[in-house]
C-alpha cells in the first residue's frame, strides 16, 4: 500500500518514527515486498538546510520538535528550474553581477531573505535591485553624437565622458568623465547627472535681496567733454582727480546709476548723507580697483561696501547757483556732519597751462585716470557741457562682447581675448588688462565693457586696448571722440 505524501515535504521536521511512517517524505526508497511497505523510521531524512531567520509552515504546530540535519544540494545546471523563493541563475538572475548596484553591501542571505523592511533592503542589495534603477537623461546623448545648444556651444559624448565646448566646461579641473556644466544639466537633468559624477557643482549663491525696494528714477546729470587743444584756456578753473569709480546720483534715500537703476548700499554707509539735499558723485574704491568697485556696488548691502566711499564733487539741487555757491554749502555740510562713508573731492584752481600737465603727470604716476576741470560760475546744466572738461593721457571708449578669442599657454582651455564690436560696427580683440579670474570667467557676450587706447589705427581700431571693466550704466556700445589731427586729413 502506497504512502500518502507528507504536505510539508521537504521543510518538514519531524523524525517521529510513526510520522515517517505513514507520511512519504523525499530520500524515502519505497519497495513493493507482499504489498507491504518498507519500514523507513530509521533512516534519516534528508531536508534542505534553514537559515535561522527563515520560517518554516510547520513551526506554528509544533517548537518542540528539533530539526534533523539537512544537506545542502547543489546544481551547476544552466537549466536549472526556478527554485522556492522565485530567483532563476543566469545572466538575469542573481549571478549577474555587471548589472548590480555594487554602492551597497551584498546581503547575506541573498535569494533567501525573506525581510521586506524598508530600512534592511535599504542597506543591502538584493536580487533584482540593478543599476537600471538610476535615473535616466531627459534628453538621449549617446556615444559619438554631437548636439549644439543655445548659445553656440556644442556637446559630445565619448564612451563616459560628456563634453561641452563652453568655459566653465573646459576651466575645471577634475577628470573629464567627472564634469559637467550648466549645459550638461540642461541637456540631461539635473538629477542624471548628480548620479554620473556623484556631486554637482556648488550653485552659485544669489546676492541678498535688499530691504527696501526703490523704483526706476529718470536721472540727468552733468556730463564732461574732452579737453583738447581747442578747449578754453584753463587757467582759472577748478581741477580735481578724474575718479575711476561707479558714477552715483544721491536723492536722499538711495543712490541711482546714470541710467536710473538703484544702488542698494547698507543703511550704515547712508546713514550721515543729507535727506534733504541732492548729491552727485562717485562710488570710488581707490585708484586701479574699478571692477571690484563694481562688484560691490551691483552687490545690494553687503559688508563689502564698508571699501569704498561716496566721494561728493557737485549739487544737482542747486543747479541755477554758481559751481562756487554749490561747493560752500556742501562744505558747510561735510564740516557740521563729517560723514563716514563720504567725503568731499578737492578742487584746486588751475595757474597754468604747465601747472595743468604736472598735475596730470602726477596723478597717473599715483596710478589715477586723469583730470576734471570745471568753469568757474557755471551752472549745473544737466547735459554733456563745455563747462566741464576731462583731460587724460589716453582715450576710453564702450564697446560689447560679442566672442572669444582662445587662450595660449597658461591659459589655453580659456579665453584669450575678449571679441569686442565698437558703436561703428568695426570689431577688435581686448586681452590686455584681463585678470587670471576674467580669463576664466570672462564677460558675457552682450556685456558692454569699457576699455582704453592710445589712438585709432588707419583702420579705425583701437591701437593698444587695455580692459578696464563691464559697464553697469550703459546699454550700448559708445565711441570715443578723436579729434582729428592735420595728418588724418
Given at each position: ?113 525573506y525581510r521586506k523592511d524598508p530600512k ?105 567733454h574732452k579737453y583738447d587743444e581747442k ?259
Open positions: 500500500m502506497a504512502k500518502e505524501k507528507c504536505k510539508f515535504w521537504n521543510k518538514c521536521f519531524r523524525k517521529d518514527p510513526a510520522h515517517k511512517k505513514n507520511f512519504l517524505h523525499p530520500g524515502d526508497e519505497v519497495e513493493e515486498d507482499d504489498d507491504e511497505p518498507m519500514d523507513v523510521a530509521d533512516k534519516p531524512v534528508p531536508l534542505r538546510r534553514r537559515k535561522t531567520h527563515e520560517l518554516s509552515q510547520s513551526d506554528a504546530e509544533d517548537d518542540t520538535e528539533v530539526p534533523a540535519k539537512t544537506t545542502l544540494k547543489k546544481t551547476n545546471s544552466k537549466k536549472a528550474k526556478i527554485s522556492e523563493d522565485n530567483e532563476q541563475p543566469g545572466p538575469s538572475g542573481a549571478g549577474n553581477s555587471s548589472d548590480e548596484d555594487t554602492s551597497k553591501p551584498k546581503c547575506e542571505y541573498w535569494v533567501k531573505c534592511h533592503l535599504k542597506d543591502y542589495r538584493h536580487p533584482k535591485q540593478r543599476l537600471s534603477s538610476r535615473p535616466k537623461p531627459t534628453r538621449k546623448l549617446e556615444d559619438g553624437d554631437i548636439v549644439s545648444v543655445e548659445g553656440g556651444f556644442k556637446l559630445k559624448r565619448l564612451g563616459s565622458d560628456f563634453t561641452c565646448t563652453c568655459i566653465g566646461w573646459n576651466t575645471q579641473k577634475n577628470a573629464t568623465n567627472k564634469r559637467t556644466c550648466k549645459h550638461l544639466r540642461e541637456h540631461l537633468g539635473d538629477i542624471y547627472e548628480k548620479a554620473r559624477i556623484g556631486q554637482l557643482p556648488v550653485a552659485k549663491r544669489k546676492a541678498p535681496e535688499p530691504t527696501q525696494r526703490f523704483s526706476h528714477l529718470n536721472v540727468s546729470l552733468l556730463l564732461a578747449s578754453p584756456n584753463p587757467v582759472g578753473w577748478w581741477v580735481s582727480e578724474k575718479l575711476d569709480g561707479v558714477r552715483a546720483f544721491w536723492n536722499g534715500k538711495c543712490f541711482y546709476s546714470r541710467l536710473g537703476n538703484p544702488f542698494y548700499a547698507p543703511k550704515w554707509f547712508t546713514k550721515d548723507l543729507p535727506k534733504d539735499m541732492h548729491l552727485d558723485g562717485e562710488l570710488f574704491g581707490g585708484r586701479k580697483k574699478f571692477q571690484s568697485t563694481v562688484s560691490i556696488v551691483k552687490t545690494p548691502e553687503c559688508d563689502n561696501w564698508k571699501k569704498i566711499k561716496y566721494s561728493v564733487f557737485d549739487a544737482p539741487y542747486m543747479e541755477k547757483e554758481t559751481f562756487e555757491k554749490r561747493q560752500e554749502a556742501l562744505r558747510e555740510y561735510f564740516d557740521e556732519n563729517t560723514p563716514q562713508y563720504a567725503e568731499l573731492v578737492k578742487q584746486t584752481k588751475c595757474t597754468s597751462k604747465q601747472q595743468l600737465e604736472d598735475d596730470l603727470k602726477k596723478i597717473i604716476a599715483l596710478g589715477g585716470e586723469g583730470l576734471m576741470i570745471r568753469e568757474p560760475k557755471s551752472k549745473y546744466e544737466r547735459k554733456r557741457s563745455k563747462t566741464l572738461l576731462k583731460l587724460k593721457k589716453f582715450y576710453d571708449a564702450e564697446a560689447v562682447v560679442v566672442g572669444y578669442d582662445p587662450g595660449k599657454g597658461r591659459f589655453t582651455g580659456a579665453v584669450g581675448a575678449l571679441r569686442c564690436k565698437m558703436e561703428c560696427g568695426k570689431l577688435f580683440s581686448v586681452g590686455s588688462g584681463l585678470t587670471d579670474k576674467d580669463h576664466r570667467r570672462p564677460p558675457k557676450i552682450g556685456s558692454i565693457i569699457t576699455y582704453k587706447f592710445q589712438e585709432y589705427t588707419n583702420s579705425g581700431s583701437p591701437r593698444f586696448p587695455t580692459f578696464l571693466g563691464v559697464r553697469i550704466d550703459a546699454t550700448k556700445p559708445k565711441d570715443a571722440d578723436v579729434p582729428v589731427t592735420p595728418a588724418d586729413k
